[in-house]
């Protein structure tokens, strides 16, 4: 999704002065001195409400309504509906990751001024059609130019950050070839373990258990898997070696590892994955340290 959005907003107060003339008589009497007036101060302006601080940096209740309702919509399109209240969790911890993320950026030198971003922004407006195309594309979305710009530039940032917090991800890795018997009973992954205890082939019940893929995971590194029991089996086991069930949200396990490589390349997928759970932690642990708070409903 594209962010950013900036619209300078001036007032101007304009000030009428009277002027009033006396009129010549024979006998003109004193005039008493005129006493100034004061200018009264211009108001200030209101500023716009908050839905969410971070480290005292806001997000407007606004452009944050305008993101639910596109969040939403996007969900919608895509066969996927979900409803408001996890739209707006949703919605909300993705704000935070980018504050937390665009915060770190400026505090690590990376700078981004207005001929930077009004750069960006022009190069967008021929990628939809030229400017015109992309004045209606942010009103069809709910953006105003001064929201558009504010995400674009927070976007900017915090793509800037998490690009320098992945950069340490190697293209190669410890992996492991795994290959599991996934079971949707207790009663059922106990006897298949029984089983193999008994000499049974593990290629052969892996096929009763899934004919299709016979249970084969594939090559892969530490934080691929997404149960950390698995994970941890995995990557204790002999090469051979098949564990005890393994109970999880998803069912019963019993996983073999037929391999193992101290330096294998990664794959696009686990590379992608590797990236998101670094990024995913380093969000965790800085969030615990910083100062979130949310307007009351």
């Not at 892996?206 to 995995?234: C, H, M, N, Y």
Request: one cysteine or more; a negative charge; charged letters at 20%.
């Amino acid at each position: 999704m594209i962010h950013d959005r900036n619209k300078l907003i001036g007032l101007c107060l304009t000030l009428l002065l009277g002027l009033s003339a006396c009129a010549s008589v024979p006998s003109p009497t004193p005039a008493s001195t005129p006493t100034a007036s004061s200018t009264p101060e211009p108001p200030s302006p209101t500023p716009e409400p908050m839905a969410l601080t971070v480290n005292g940096e806001g997000i407007t209740k606004a452009e944050f309504e305008s993101e639910v309702a596109r969040y939403i919509a996007a969900h919608t399109a895509l066969g996927k509906p979900t409803d408001e209240t996890a739209a707006r969790n949703a919605v909300a911890d993705d704000f935070i990751a980018q504050l937390l993320l665009a915060q770190a950026a400026r505090a690590n030198g990376f700078v981004l001024d207005d001929a930077a971003l009004q750069t960006r922004i022009d190069s967008l407006a021929p990628q939809v059609g030229g400017a015109d195309a992309l004045s209606a594309w942010l009103q069809n979305h709910g953006y105003s130019e001064q929201s558009f710009r504010s995400a674009l530039r927070r976007a900017v940032e915090a793509a800037w950050m998490r690009d320098r917090i992945v950069l340490n991800i190697g293209s190669t890795a410890e992996q492991v070839h795994v290959q599991q018997i996934l079971l949707y009973n207790r009663e059922t992954a106990q006897n298949f373990l029984l089983q193999l205890n008994g000499g049974a082939d593990f290629d052969e019940l892996a096929f009763k258990a899934d004919p299709l893929t016979r249970g084969d995971l594939g090559w892969v590194p530490r934080g691929f898997l997404l149960d950390e029991q698995i994970e941890s089996a995995a990557f204790s086991l002999p090469v051979g070696q098949y564990s005890d069930v393994i109970a999880t949200r998803v069912g019963f396990h019993i996983v073999k590892v037929l391999a193992r490589d101290p330096a294998r390349p990664l794959s696009p997928d686990a590379y992608l994955a590797l990236q998101e759970r670094t990024l995913r932690r380093w969000v965790e642990e800085q969030r615990q340290f910083a100062d979130v708070a949310f307007a009351p409903n």
